[in-house]
């Protein structure tokens, strides 16, 4: 596939090419989460719980892309939010580069551990679990771009089983949804 040769000056909005079999991305948002749980004994006298969070997202990903017109992506993320609630998540994603790198859908799977706080309670606790995240990145100009992307967990559990035996080893639901600005480089 020949390229085309850009004038000194000239601005493309295309996509950077794949040149090479490996990409890495970067990006900055916007995280809102939503966790609750329906059955956990509160200080404050209630029985259930919910926090929405707001919290400001940002991620890498390193990866191979390959395949026929180098269409196909696997590579692993490191993802955080840090706000009202902080996580940490890191795994695994498969991706596809569709329309010479226009739209990107992904696939991941991994595993996150949050920061949680609860009412009346001075304690501090780590919940984790398996999670699962779908999105879609459009390039605008150049590899950069937006990228909406939806999560949810297997219900998360405390991690310390003596603190999660404190509130009768409470199950927490967790869906997030992330927007940010992305770049995506496949030259290095």
């Not at 999105?135 to 950069?144: D, H, R, T, W």
């Amino acid at each position: 596939m020949e390229e085309k040769q850009l004038n000194h000056g000239e601005f493309s909005f295309a996509p950077i090419p794949a040149s090479t079999h490996s990409y890495g991305a970067f990006r900055i948002g916007y995280v809102y989460q939503d966790l609750y749980s329906k059955s956990i004994p509160l200080k404050n006298g209630q029985n259930s719980y919910r926090l929405s969070s707001h919290n400001a997202y940002f991620g890498l990903e390193r990866g191979w892309v390959g395949g026929p017109s180098k269409l196909l992506m696997l590579g692993g993320y490191l993802d955080a939010g840090a706000g009202d609630t902080y996580y940490l998540s890191a795994g695994g994603v498969f991706a596809l580069r569709l329309f010479d790198g226009w739209l990107i859908p992904k696939v991941s799977i991994g595993y996150q551990l949050q920061h949680l706080g609860l009412p009346e309670d001075s304690g501090l606790y780590n919940i984790q679990s398996a999670v699962g995240t779908i999105g879609l990145f459009v390039n605008v100009a150049q590899g950069f771009g937006l990228s909406l992307e939806a999560r949810s967990g297997l219900p998360f559990g405390i991690v310390r089983s003596a603190q999660a035996a404190n509130y009768d080893n409470p199950k927490f639901n967790m869906y997030a949804v992330m927007v940010s600005f992305t770049f995506y480089d496949f030259g290095i």
